[in-house]
């Protein structure tokens, strides 16, 4: 055969070995004997060896030995090429290599050979058949069994060819040849197939494969395969890998990220995957929490297999989750995450419910970031590659965008955790614009240079990409699908949706039947064309479902309410009511028509637009009716209808700060009450209150709202609360506050403030709760809930002497006496006497056991009214703290946490306007008792007033600085940022003038700004002043101090200028106590001198802080420096005024001696007392030293070498500055220790000798 070809075609043939095997049919022992191309092989060894076809490659000869080719007219038939062709392959496949001849009617038996043929039972049937004019060479060889059905077509419509061929297809140029054997060598599995297998079907329905898309594919793999690479390589420079796939509806966008999942699941990663729904943004972090659901169950089914590496991961997973969390905040994690019970057992056992940290509305905010970007950081460090895909970003909910953009930008913060995810998204373009807020989030990533972004625009599918879709469905070559594929794509321009559901008509109505005769898939051209389609998708899925019988698009157009997906089990509980057809719902048909698929109990539809199309094509009456039926028939199984719809927002409260908000039920279950409940409220919702006239309805339905809003609080989804206090609100209708309404409607208002104010809508919070306090109908003892929330969303709005004017008059009209404008005598008497009402209260010890809602909010209206006294430096703040001590006090609240904090802040101004440093000790003593007896869910607040405003005078500063950081810990894990930023800034102050080594204090700082930029605007600014003073006494000088800030801010002048015009008073002394810090610390002593006159003269400088301290006791260095530099005998008073207040402070705070006996000196020095300065400055040294504080030492030499100088003891004087230039290099002042060196002009020789010591000091020191 060879020979013959190679003869006529003036071709070289060559037949390549696969060694590997794809059905037994395609395997045959080939008889070489007299085939010179195979010389290769051994001959003694030729007949035991198998062989498969692979390629074949037709490659003129021409082409290999230079030589022209030949005229037309010595070339043979193509006829007779592809039969010799035809009948190379067909040797392949049998067992002789006789060849065959066309079978038709008009040709002539050839002779054959009886004895010869006497062996092989193929030859001997060949013989009969083939003297049956009926027979075609593709039945005979289809009838032989020995060849599977595409080869069979392959040979007959190469052999089987003349005018009187019966070739189905004969083909026309080696072309079509060799395209037809390449798709069978590429896809063995589909074209070798023996024709029983059960790949195999003349029943065919499409869109359950993928096709098309490879470039979109490979370009995702090769962004797996490069992380792949960066994690063997141990890469340090790779990004966070993030993809976004973007197109119209219906384009595939879905399909390329499952083909994707699909094959890196084959590989190892772990993939776990979710969709957003159309029109239910409410719901979006239940989506985002289910992806970590599947994880951890990802996890539990590794651990409960059998592959040894499987459950060696599964138990790394499971002890470091468990290191890095403790039990507590495992346990509010599986609030989230439900399946962390099924992974770690019953954790609540392990759990201490006092050390809860289930996050209340102050901290939902950020609690689920920071828990989740923790828990994946943590699984990211295990190893394993891991994808998350989240289709259908374009209906995700804003804070659930943040929430996917933090996550994102927390993995970028670890190499480790970075090189091991890859993030795939899907969103529709033409849903999406500038204001969009994925548009936003993208453009975050975008900028941020941890990250790499890359775009996937889909456009149509291509007309090859129809063909291959058709070549594999039907199992034809190309070239019989070619026209079938051309005419589809024409009418839907190769939208992908479109493709599936044309072709899928035209198998309905059988334009594509399957032809037993041919064994293949047939169509008449001229009726795919003439098939109508309509303008789009739309109208063609329309038009598909009138195929449906009317129980099967019954059953659709349930379903369809339910939203893309739904559950079995619900609609088994509609089983019983008018909406279950006779027969069942018919799932079945509607699989076998491709409109929904099933996976385990989830039915879900094929695509969005189907689902959008069912739902949208039912009439608004109709679709209204089957909502309400579906939400009441549901209701039946729930607690809807109990009392317990009308509770008091009070205990839904209760429920959000102090309950699990979980459910008594089995972990396997499906769904709780609460999600049963939750659905069947939002169908009522979906049916809406046009549709139901009875009032009476209404405000029944209005109360299944309110209880399905508070059992969403209870498990912190505030989104899902505000929906139904929402849609509770729009069932009260337009007359809210008639008496039969009036407390149901307070109560969605209170719901909707609630959950406002825990998403961020601040604002809204102010609305709902003003409808409240402006109704006439609403009594002031009703209004307190909404009281409270309106002052804490103004205060978080910085309005705080609105807050103060509103709270003031709120607490008047609950009898609280404070005056508007006290004098300092008033603060003080009331201070004194509210000190002797509190002993005896405290005496009595008869507290209450239970507190009541009233109290508590009657505590958090005060606590917001301090809070904005403090924020803004209002006098009111020590009578506003008195009379919440004796209202706690005298109504047995004093375990309250709320208590806790006004213990606190009244001890901390015990401390600071009398003095009284025992009975601030008292207070904070009593408020740590508090604490310790508390449930703790949101103690940040009450602990950074403690730790940060008060018990630093009790404590040493490093100890302080250790037990802020525990604060922001504690405040991190619930979610508590505004506590947890604050305590961050104070512990780096504690790192800072505790004196730690500025490089470590630098380095820390820099990861600190990062996170207060990322979550408070106002601490970035006040970092960022902070930086400015750390980055001068390092000598340094950061460009991209300003760059934090949005390119709002570029320098300290406009950063003044914008808190000046704002009257941002906090933020004025901050810059002015940079300008303080810088000029003290480069012995400016004049400016400092001016920046401490603006700071004392503005009101927020009497309000006590933990730099006060340290900035009192410097500014007493200046004063007695200035007098005795003659800048004014008054200075000299100043001086001592400082003394003396250090003096009183020494009494109980042991980190103040060095600096008390640094006063001493310069007060001596002042008074010109030589000697006893002299001892002083060197009893600072020492006292300085023996408490670690490098930089004050420093300090110490510094004065001291200062003062010698002044009374011309030059030698003494030198040897202190060259000992203060070796104190501030040791704590990394590299610029501190330079202006050592410029103005006091020390030996050069030595001080380079020192610096060059010292350098290598610190590199050593980096090294450690």
């Known amino acids: 055969a060879v020979k013959k070809i190679t003869k006529k075609t003036d071709s070289t043939i060559f037949v390549v070995d696969a060694g590997t095997k794809y059905s037994t049919v395609g395997r045959r022992r080939i008889p070489i004997t007299g085939i010179e191309q195979f010389r290769s092989i051994d001959p003694a060894n030729i007949r035991k060896l198998h062989f498969t076809l692979i390629s074949v490659q037709i490659i003129p000869n021409s082409l290999n030995d230079g030589s022209p080719p030949p005229p037309a007219t010595e070339v043979s038939s193509l006829a007779a090429t592809l039969q010799a062709l035809g009948n190379l392959i067909q040797a392949v496949f049998s067992q002789n290599n006789d060849p065959l001849t066309p079978m038709h009617p008009t040709s002539a038996t050839p002779e054959v050979n009886d004895a010869a043929m006497a062996g092989d039972a193929c030859l001997s049937r060949h013989s009969k058949i083939r003297r049956s004019q009926d027979v075609t060479l593709f039945s005979f060889l289809v009838e032989s069994g020995h060849y599977p059905i595409s080869i069979c077509r392959l040979l007959s419509d190469m052999i089987d060819v003349g005018p009187n061929g019966k070739a189905d297809a004969p083909y026309a140029s080696f072309d079509e040849v060799i395209h037809d054997l390449e798709q069978i060598l590429i896809y063995p599995e589909i074209f070798l197939y023996d024709r029983e297998n059960s790949l ?40 966070v890998e993030t993809v976004f796939v973007t197109g119209i509806a219906g384009c595939g966008k879905t399909q390329i990220a499952r083909r994707v999942g699909s094959f890196l699941s084959s590989l190892g990663w772990i993939v776990v995957e979710a969709k957003f729904d159309r029109c239910t943004e409410y719901q979006s972090r239940g989506v985002i929490c289910s992806v970590f659901d599947k994880l951890v169950t990802k996890f539990v089914d590794m651990k409960e297999g059998s592959d040894e590496n499987d459950m060696e991961y599964a138990a790394r997973a499971e002890q470091t989750i468990s290191d890095t969390f403790d039990a507590a905040t495992l346990s509010t994690l599986a609030d989230f995450i439900p399946s962390i019970h099924n992974f770690f057992g019953d954790i609540e056992k392990n759990t201490n419910k006092k050390e809860s940290h289930r996050g209340g509305i102050d901290t939902s905010r950020w609690q689920l970031i920071i828990l989740l970007s923790r828990f994946l950081g943590t699984v990211l460090r295990l190893g394993r590659f891991i994808m998350i895909c989240l289709d259908d970003l374009q209906w995700c909910d804003s804070g659930m965008l943040t929430l996917i953009n933090e996550i994102i930008v927390s993995v970028a913060q670890c190499d480790q955790e970075k090189q091991h995810f890859l993030f795939v998204g899907t969103y529709r373009n033409d849903e999406i614009d500038d204001v969009h807020p994925l548009a936003d989030r993208l453009l975050d990533l975008q900028s941020n240079t941890r990250i790499n972004v890359t775009q996937i625009n889909l456009s149509s599918l291509s007309r090859n990409d ?186 839904s409260m209760e429920q959000i700060f102090l309950c699990d908000g979980g459910d008594e039920q089995d972990d396997d279950s499906s769904m709780s009450v609460l999600s049963l409940s939750g659905i069947a409220t939002s169908q009522i919702n979906k049916a809406g209150p046009e549709f139901v006239s009875d009032r009476t309805q209404r405000i029944r339905f209005a109360g299944w709202n309110l ?504 030698a003494e004087a030198k040897q202190c500055l060259r000992r203060a230039y070796e104190c501030y290099t040791q704590w990394g002042a590299l610029g501190k220790a330079e202006q050592i060196q410029r103005d006091d002009l020390l030996d050069q020789a030595n001080v380079n000798s020192y610096q060059i010591t010292t350098k290598h000091e610190r590199d050593w020191d980096g090294v450690l």
């Open 200 to 239: 195999y079907s003349p029943s065919l329905l499409f869109g359950q494969r993928y096709y098309g898309r490879e470039a979109e594919v490979t370009k995702i793999l090769e962004i797996s395969t490069r992380l792949e690479q960066s994690t063997q390589s141990r890469c340090e420079d790779s990004l």
């Open 466 to 651: 129809v063909c291959h879709m058709l070549m594999n469905e039907m199992r034809l070559p190309r070239r019989l699908v070619y026209g079938l594929a051309d005419a589809v794509h024409k009418k839907t321009s190769g939208h992908a949706i479109f493709v599936v559901e044309l072709l899928n008509l035209l198998l309905r109505e059988s334009t594509i039947l399957y032809s037993p005769h041919l064994l293949r898939f047939d169509w008449n051209p001229d009726k795919v064309s003439a098939v109508k389609t309509g303008d789009n998708v739309a109208s063609l899925i329309i038009s598909n479902l009138t195929s449906l019988e009317p129980s099967a698009l019954w059953t659709l157009c349930v379903i369809s309410c339910f939203g893309f997906k739904s559950d079995t089990s619900l609609l088994r509980l509609l089983k019983g009511s008018s909406i279950y057809p006779d027969g069942g719902f018919d799932l079945v048909s509607l699989v076998e028509h491709g409109f929904v698929e099933i996976s385990g109990s989830v039915v879900s539809f094929s695509h969005d637009l189907i689902h959008q199309h069912v739902y949208e094509k039912m009439p608004m009456r109709k679709r209204q009716k089957l909502h309400l039926d579906i939400g009441t028939t549901l209701a039946a199984n729930t607690t809807l209808d109990s009392r317990i719809s009308h509770q008091p927002i009070e205990d």
């Open 707 to 1210: 209880q399905a809003s508070n059992e969403s609080a209870g498990k912190s989804n505030f989104r899902a609360a505000l929906y139904y206090c929402r849609n509770g609100l729009r069932f009260i209708g337009d007359d809210p506050w008639l008496n039969e309404t009036c407390q149901l409607s307070v109560e969605l208002h209170e719901g909707a403030a609630l959950a406002s104010f825990a998403v961020g809508n601040v604002k809204d919070t102010a609305e709902y709760t003003s409808t409240i306090i402006d109704s006439e109908n609403v009594d002031f003892e009703q209004s307190l809930v909404a009281h409270n929330m309106l002052l804490r969303s103004l205060e978080c709005q910085g309005h705080y002497d609105d807050t103060i004017a509103r709270g003031l008059a709120v607490l008047r009209r609950l009898d609280f006496s404070i005056p508007k404008d006290p004098s300092p005598v008033v603060v003080i008497q009331t201070m004194t006497q509210t000190s002797s009402i509190a002993l005896k209260y405290l005496g009595l010890n008869n507290f209450q056991g239970v507190i009541h809602p009233k109290q508590k909010n009657i505590l958090k209206i005060i606590d917001s009214v301090a809070t904005s006294c403090y924020l803004s430096a209002s006098p009111c703040l020590p009578l506003v703290a008195c009379a919440a001590v004796i209202y706690s006090l005298q109504q047995g609240t004093v375990h309250c946490e709320e208590s806790a904090s006004i213990f606190a802040i009244f001890g901390y101004l015990k401390v600071f306007l009398e003095g009284d440093l025992a009975e601030g000790k008292r207070w904070g003593d009593l408020a740590i008792a508090v604490l310790e007896n508390s449930n703790g869910n949101a103690s940040g607040r009450t602990r950074v007033y403690l730790y940060g405003f008060l018990y630093f005078w009790y404590i040493p500063i490093q100890e302080t600085g250790r037990r802020l950081y525990e604060t922001y810990t504690l405040s991190m894990r619930c979610g508590d940022v505004d506590s947890a930023m604050m305590a961050l800034c104070m512990e780096w102050r504690c790192q800072f003038f505790g004196g730690h080594k500025l490089s470590v204090v630098r380095s820390n700082y820099v990861g600190y700004m990062k996170l207060m930029t990322k979550y408070s605007k106002e601490l970035s600014i006040q970092a960022v002043l902070r930086k400015i003073n750390l980055d001068e006494l390092i000598g340094v000088f950061d460009d991209d101090n300003f760059l934090s800030l949005d390119g709002t801010v570029y320098d300290v002048a406009q950063i003044l200028a914008h808190a000046k015009s704002a009257k941002n008073i906090q933020l004025i002394e901050s810059v002015y106590r940079t300008h303080f810090l810088s000029a003290f610390w480069m012995g400016n002593s004049i400016k400092a001198m001016e920046s401490y006159r603006l700071i004392a003269a503005l009101p927020s400088s009497k309000m006590p802080k933990i730099q006060a301290l340290y900035y009192t006791f410097y500014w007493g260095i200046v004063a007695y420096q200035l007098f005795r530099d003659g800048s004014g005998e008054d200075l000299l008073a100043e001086g001592n005024a400082v003394l003396r207040k250090v003096q009183s402070w020494r009494q109980t705070c042991d980190h103040v001696e060095n600096k008390l006996l640094l006063l001493e000196a310069e007060y001596f020095a002042s008074k010109c007392v030589i000697k006893s300065a002299k001892e002083k400055y060197e009893a600072s040294i020492k006292s300085a030293r023996d408490h670690s504080f490098l930089h004050e030492q420093g300090l110490a030499y510094e004065c001291m070498g200062k003062y010698l100088s002044s009374i011309v003891e030059f």
